[in-house]
């Protein structure tokens, strides 16, 4: 069974940072594209990072470019995403997503919750 | 960048009917990259049909998609109480990976 999970999220200040991780189990992780898609409250969905399985190729959307980074490491199955100078339109749930360009989304995690506020 | 279009906003049914479901996109999208997705309150989305047509894993043959090109269409043939919920469609080609803003399918 394919489980992915969260972590890392909380309340930060504007200007701040965070780090989430997702830990992969059930899956041949280092075979995958991986997603983090982030969600805000009451809001759709919004894919702002993608990273191909040994890590040569990455996305990210315009609105967190040169802000975010996304990262992985393979012996530890497990998928990053260093986020710093935050603002408040990045509070969201963040998911981490199996899956990317070509490829659906085919597992997620329950979500972290990011909350940038004074 | 692929902007999808989906409709209706809200879609207010009884249980047991037909769900119909719209989903366009602003240029014809290269195989059918075309994913639907079921999200429920609380919870993360769930992949329902991938490649326009194909159903996921585990998801029930009452669920359907269909088209090509520039339309595609999300059809529940017998709505069940556990089928209210919020759908998005989504483009898995190039980069940028876009979303629908969604249709949410309510109780009647």
């Known amino acids: 069974e394919v489980q992915l999970l969260e972590s890392g999220g909380g309340l930060v200040q504007p200007g701040g940072s965070l780090r989430l991780s997702c830990a992969a189990s059930g899956l041949t992780f280092s075979n995958d594209i991986m997603s983090w898609v982030r969600q805000a409250p009451g809001k759709g969905l919004e894919r702002v990072s993608g990273?191909?399985?040994?890590?040569?190729?990455?996305y990210y959307a315009d609105s967190v470019k040169g802000r975010f980074t996304i990262s992985r490491d393979n012996s530890k199955n497990t998928l990053y995403l260093q986020m710093n100078s935050l603002g408040v339109d990045d509070t969201a749930i963040y998911y981490c997503a199996k899956g990317g360009q070509a490829a659906p989304l085919d597992y997620w995690g329950q979500g972290t919750l990011v909350t940038v506020s004074s | 960048e692929i902007v999808l279009t989906q409709s209706p906003g809200i879609l207010s049914l009884s249980p047991g009917e037909r769900a119909t479901l719209s989903c366009r996109a602003s240029q014809s999208l290269r195989s059918s990259y075309l994913a639907w997705y079921q999200q429920k309150p609380g919870q993360a989305p769930r992949l329902l049909i991938y490649g326009g047509s194909s159903r996921a894993t585990g998801i029930p043959d009452r669920f359907s998609g269909s088209g090509s090109g520039t339309d595609f269409t999300l059809t529940v043939s017998r709505l069940e109480p556990d089928d209210f919920a919020l759908y998005y469609c989504q483009y898995y080609g190039t980069p940028p990976l876009t979303f629908g803003p969604g249709t949410k399918v309510d109780i009647k």
């Open positions: 990273i191909t399985g040994n890590s040569g190729s990455t």
